[in-house]
């Protein structure tokens, strides 16, 4: 059992007999100042959220009694933030005196002569932040040392990680690499070209190889970690954001535990909608999504339904648009098959029903081309429409 109360005073924990103990909080992907223009009237309310998730990490590294945060790069999301923006989150820092950050530059805001990261370094930045600007080992607690490869352009051709192997540290000491790109021999969802080898512990000593890129939690193996993004920005990541709280004893493995930190949860959701009934079950799934006014949605959508049911859907979509904190749909894969009802809603006898008899073979017309039966169905859904709500042009 690890020991806590040597944390404040050394940077790790100590535990009588049982050694050498350390844990810390690794995070990565802030990408502060991000813009979110799809959202429309509620970017702000997601901008907001990138900033609030510092407060949780610090919260965090207070509950588990980690006094070192290490974040694994693109700390903003571009090179050139407003000034505000740029200080926003070393203010959020600041409101946590007992825990140090330990800022890497990434691909989005590498570290550029008069750039970004010496602004920063200019501006009094809290005394709690420390800026790993150059590889050089640093001394972050009593017997550890962090080894940082920070990125000087958005791509690098050599693994910025190959100095660690050769990095001067006293005998006995600690190392843990600190980087940002993608794995080498790994399908990369990441955007960062720079690879990084994954046996870079192995031929460094490294206790622990934090990395950022990967908008995703992910083990590659137990020394080699991606944090993901403590904020998720985008769909087919990671549901939730999420930091990991790293333990390290002796010379055993990392404890590593992931732990939430963010506030919306990203949701890509598909259905398949070849009955009426199925309109009302998916319903009834959407809306029993946990914490449903912090999700973002992606639905998409195929199957054939009648005009009343795919105005239902509609119906169905607007009110859950308005229940959760987003949501975008795709109908391109869905298809009608107007009914006998539907028909005589618009017109039980007269020159409507001509019209939308007409448009209805379209739509069942297999032979036909496709775009041309996507405009009938789109016409039969605006004259159902305008016929059963009552709405004009």
Known sequence: MLCLDSVARTGHLRCGSNGFGMRF???????????????GEREALFRQARLD???ALGALAMREGAA????????????TPL???RRAPLERMRRFPHVTWHLLPGNHDPHRPNGLWDQIAADDPPVNIRLHLSPEPTAIADGVWLLPAPL?????????????????????????????????????AGEAANLIDPQRPERAGLAYLALGDWHRTLKITPRVHYAGTPEPDRFDSQIAGKALVVTLRGGAEPEVREEITGRYCWQRLRADLQADEAVADEAARWRAIEALPQAVLRLDLTGTLSLA???????????LEAACAHLEYDLAGLHLRPSRAD???IDFDGALRQVAEELGRRIDDASADPQARAVAEAALTRLY?????????
């Open 25 to 39: 909080i690794h995070t990565a992907d802030w990408q502060i100042g991000k813009v979110f223009r799809r959202f």
């Open 53 to 55: 998730a510092i407060d």
């Open 68 to 79: 070192h945060v290490l974040v694994a790069g693109d700390v903003y999301d571009m090179e």
């Open 83 to 85: 000034p505000a923006t």
């Open 152 to 188: 000087t352009r958005k791509s690098a051709v050599d693994d910025l990680t190959t100095w660690m192997d050769r990095a001067p540290t006293p005998p006995g000491a600690v190392r843990i690499g600190l980087a940002h790109g993608s794995v080498q021999g790994f399908d990369s």
């Open 309 to 319: 049911t795919r105005q239902e859907l509609e119906t169905t979509l607007e009110r």
């Open 343 to 345: 028909i005589e809603a």
């Open 385 to 393: 429409t305008l016929v059963t709500t009552g709405e004009r042009a």
